[in-house]
């Protein structure tokens, strides 16, 4: 069955580092791309940055751009979503999904990272 | 960055009745638009893609249609189970954007 299961909830402060991971299963990690994707409370989805783990080929959102690092370490199968510095307005849920191509459709999804930034 | 606008926003239907939800891309997009539902708290699972292919395990009430900019995700026969917010997807070009979620709920 493939798979991708992401890391638990975080509670952080604002200012603070954080980097969520997603990891994939059942399939050849390093032959599909994978995509982060924000959905912040009540809101829809949006579509933050894809990689593709076979070379680390990154594309990002003009809007997610300098936010936010995407990396993957294909020797773990695993992709990561990471903050330098959190703004309260970083409060969201955040899913990995698989595409085939960068130009496809999104499955399967994991189930998602809360990340909460309080002071 | 092209632009999805789907409609309505919300709707509150009645079960076995038909819906009809469409997406219009701000420029041609040919095929490549993905239907997906989003159950509350719960991952969204892929229903349609390329516009009118259904995915693996997907109830056939389901069906899409539409190509270049106007799109329509149709539920025939509705049920309670089919209460959810749906999303269109473009992958034509990147980024990848979403329209902004239809949700249905059942009367």
Known sequence: ?119 | EIVLTQSPDFQSVTPKEKVTITCRASQSIGYSLHWYQQKPDQSPKLLIKYASQSFSEVPSRFSGSGSGTDFTLTINSLEAEDAATYYCHQSSSLPHTFGQGTKLEIK
């Open chain 1, 1 to 119: 069955e493939v798979q991708l299961v992401q890391s638990g909830a975080e509670v952080k402060k604002p200012g603070e580092s954080l980097k969520i991971s997603c990891q994939g299963s059942g399939y050849t990690f390093t032959n599909y791309w994978i995509g982060w994707l924000r959905q912040m409370p009540g809101k829809g989805l949006e579509w933050m940055g894809i990689i593709y783990p076979g070379n680390s080929n990154t594309k990002y959102s003009p809007s997610f751009q300098g936010q936010v690092t995407i990396s993957a370490d294909k020797s773990i199968n695993t992709a990561y979503l990471q903050w330098g510095s959190l703004e309260a307005s970083d409060t969201a849920v955040y899913y990995c999904a698989r595409l085939i191509t960068s130009l496809n459709w999104f499955d399967p999804w994991g189930q998602g990272t809360l990340v909460t930034v309080s002071s």
